[in-house]
């Protein structure tokens, strides 16, 4: 983001809402103002976010909307929901961000941290004063930029909570293997060396294949590779797991097919193999950006569960991205237990309601302050 400015409020924005399904000037206006922020994640693309209403987004109603300065310059841009959700006594109103499988997002896009707090408080003002509640879920800390946006927000006499959403296991690449060994216990260490080691000496044909560019995808065939994983998945226990709740299981299965036929032209796609005794060990579906790895959809082949095969296809993963000069990896989904024997470190999101203009969020506010 541009150089914060130290004078309080920068601006009063002026609020537009923009035509769904999108248009062209808006697709345009988004890329141009998200491509222009020092954060890069690929879960704020709007082909990420419109592939979630795709497939997740059934009858929800859209809020695009734009803020521009008194000039007429585009300043923020955002992309909401608007639904009622059930309440103790009564429903409530609530405007929410599109996080469909993201790890980490921004409330909206805006040139600079004071300007993000001043739309948010355009937003908050101008559009909808039937709304309860403004949730911003799974917020990146933006280096240290959402600390100041709460500032400002307290500066404007806004109500608001912030808390920690989720924690994202993480990998500092910027280390040789033998460094990244080093920082494991003494055990963890034999059992890392173990994983491939073991998988090699009983499977001469072991392979563990990587694909990256848009040319490598089209050499081994996107829709070959999909297939191939998706029959390993269609067979793990975490399909089995979210078949048993709905149809959670193809429909995460659809999103990462269309994910991954929308960004490997990009050149954003990465998709590991893990093979031996001519079968399908192992697989991860990522998304890199910048010299980022986001882990995102992955299981292992449960008849060889004896040899780890998702272990191995991670201790690779980790090798692989070291030689090729990648800064940083991150596990997806949650912190689970066995995440914390391959890395200390982490990375937090956040959830940030805004309460809206309605006696039911008044209410609630002045409950709040009582506490």
């Known amino acids: 983001m541009e150089p914060r400015n130290q004078k309080f409020p920068v601006l009063r924005l002026k609020g537009e809402l923009a035509p769904w399904p999108l248009d062209?000037?808006?697709?345009?206006?988004?890329?141009?103002?998200?491509?222009?922020?020092?954060?890069?994640?690929?879960?704020?693309?709007?082909?990420?976010?419109?592939?979630?209403?795709?497939?997740?987004?059934?009858?929800?109603?859209?809020?695009?909307?734009?803020?521009?300065?008194?000039?007429?310059?585009?300043?923020?841009?955002?992309?909401?929901?608007?639904?009622?959700?059930?309440g103790r006594f009564l429903p409530h109103t609530v405007i929410r961000t599109i996080e469909y499988n993201s790890q980490r997002i921004f409330p909206l896009l805006a040139k600079n941290v004071s300007i993000m707090a001043e739309a948010l408080r355009t937003f908050r003002?101008?559009?909808?004063?039937?709304?309860?509640?403004?949730?911003?879920?799974?917020?990146?800390?933006?280096?240290?930029?959402?600390?100041?946006?709460?500032?400002?927000?307290?500066?404007?006499?806004?109500?608001?909570?912030?808390?920690?959403?989720?924690?994202?296991?993480?990998?500092?690449?910027?280390?040789?293997?033998?460094?990244?060994?080093?920082?494991?216990?003494?055990?963890?260490?034999?059992?890392?060396?173990?994983?491939?080691?073991?998988?090699?000496?009983?499977?001469?044909?072991?392979?563990?294949?990587?694909?990256?560019?848009?040319?490598?995808?089209?050499?081994?065939?996107l829709e070959k590779v999909l297939d191939t994983i998706l029959d390993l998945y269609n067979r793990?226990?975490?399909?089995?797991?979210?078949?048993?709740?709905?149809?959670?299981?193809?429909?995460?299965?659809?999103?990462?097919?269309?994910?991954?036929?929308?960004?490997?032209?990009?050149?954003?796609?990465?998709?590991?193999?893990?093979?031996?005794?001519?079968?399908?060990?192992?697989?991860?579906?990522?998304?890199?950006?910048e010299g980022s790895i986001f882990m995102l959809f992955g299981t292992y082949n449960q008849e060889y569960s004896q040899w780890s095969p998702g272990n191995a296809i991670l201790s690779e993963i980790i090798q692989d991205s070291i030689k090729r000069g990648y800064s940083l990896l991150e596990f997806g989904g949650e912190y689970l237990e066995y995440k914390k024997l391959w890395t200390k470190q982490s990375t937090n999101s956040y959830h940030l309601r805004l309460y809206g203009n309605t006696l039911h969020s008044k209410v609630k506010c002045l409950l709040k302050k009582k506490k």
């Not at 990420?48 to 923020?76: H, K």
């Open 24 to 86: 062209e000037d808006f697709r345009r206006d988004w890329s141009e103002l998200l491509f222009s922020l020092p954060y890069k994640t690929p879960f704020c693309r709007l082909e990420w976010i419109e592939t979630g209403i795709s497939v997740y987004g059934e009858n929800i109603q859209m809020v695009p909307c734009r803020f521009y300065d008194p000039a007429g310059v585009l300043q923020a841009i955002g992309l909401f929901s608007k639904l009622d959700e059930p």
């Open 125 to 221: 003002n101008s559009f909808d004063f039937h709304v309860d509640y403004y949730d911003f879920y799974k917020l990146d800390p933006m280096g240290k930029d959402l600390e100041e946006l709460a500032m400002d927000l307290d500066s404007m006499k806004l109500t608001y909570e912030l808390e920690v959403f989720n924690e994202q296991p993480q990998f500092n690449l910027d280390l040789t293997w033998d460094d990244y060994l080093t920082g494991r216990t003494q055990g963890h260490r034999k059992k890392i060396r173990r994983y491939t080691r073991l998988l090699q000496e009983q499977y001469p044909d072991y392979q563990f294949t990587r694909l990256r560019t848009p040319e490598e995808f089209e050499a081994y065939g």
């Open 236 to 289: 793990s226990w975490q399909s089995e797991y979210l078949t048993e709740h709905g149809n959670l299981a193809s429909k995460m299965s659809d999103f990462y097919c269309r994910i991954a036929r929308t960004f490997a032209p990009l050149g954003l796609l990465d998709i590991c193999l893990l093979e031996a005794d001519n079968t399908l060990l192992a697989y991860e579906l990522n998304l890199v950006e």
